[in-house]
């Protein structure tokens, strides 16, 4: 009896410590989020041996300076914790969007779970920026400013630290009237969220 006890006890605290090893937060193993439908585990990975490869290893890029951690006063900028919170308690309810602004092809190979994909060169494409407005909940009134009462909150992100694609972006949906308190930036990016060995996933 008593080897049947501790054997039960082994085999819970191996499924209890199966994402303990490397944790999100001191109190977070793990949460859900849905992408596409479906409900994703995001954890990091637990082997901590593992090393970066890809593009994403590399520390250099031509031609591209780090963005500041502030990238315009009425923005606010977020890391990894906050933007989990934001997955799980504005995405998964539908009252918020996460935007994936790398190119299709980036997006297709392998993204952050929840996020939709909005290449960053679609801001010069003044038709389709109306139909994001549009489907974000904004409305263009007769006197050519935005209706934002029923606007979801949207967090962009993009490369990488070195990458200006969501600076960019963010000012441009600025100017078309998108309020800066409906707006978050991820500054980390794809790049920090492989760092952290976080769960990614294929479109």
């Not at 990488?160 to 308190?181: T, V």
């Amino acid at each position: 009896m008593k080897i049947i006890s501790l054997l039960l006890i082994f085999m819970v605290s191996i499924y209890a410590g199966r994402y303990d090893k490397v944790k999100i937060t001191p109190d977070i193993s793990y949460m859900y989020v849905y992408h596409k439908g479906k409900a994703v585990k995001v954890h990091r990975i637990q082997n901590t041996k593992n090393k970066l490869t890809g593009p994403y290893a590399m520390t250099y890029r031509p031609n591209q300076d780090i963005q500041p951690i502030k990238m315009h006063k009425d923005i606010k900028t977020i890391a990894e914790v906050e933007l989990l919170n934001f997955m799980k308690n504005k995405v998964n309810k539908k009252e918020g969007i996460l935007v994936d602004l790398r190119s299709k092809k980036a997006y297709k190979m392998e993204s952050i779970p929840s996020a939709v994909n909005i290449p960053a060169k679609t801001m010069h494409k003044k038709e389709k920026m109306k139909k994001i407005l549009k489907v974000l909940g904004a409305k263009r009134l007769a006197d050519g400013s935005l209706d934002t009462k029923n606007l979801m909150e949207i967090a962009f992100y993009c490369n990488g630290l070195w990458c200006a694609k969501s600076s960019e972006f963010i000012k441009n949906f600025l100017e078309l009237g998108y309020p800066a308190e409906k707006i978050l930036y991820y500054r980390g990016g794809f790049q920090m969220w492989k760092i952290l060995g976080f769960t990614t996933v294929t479109n």
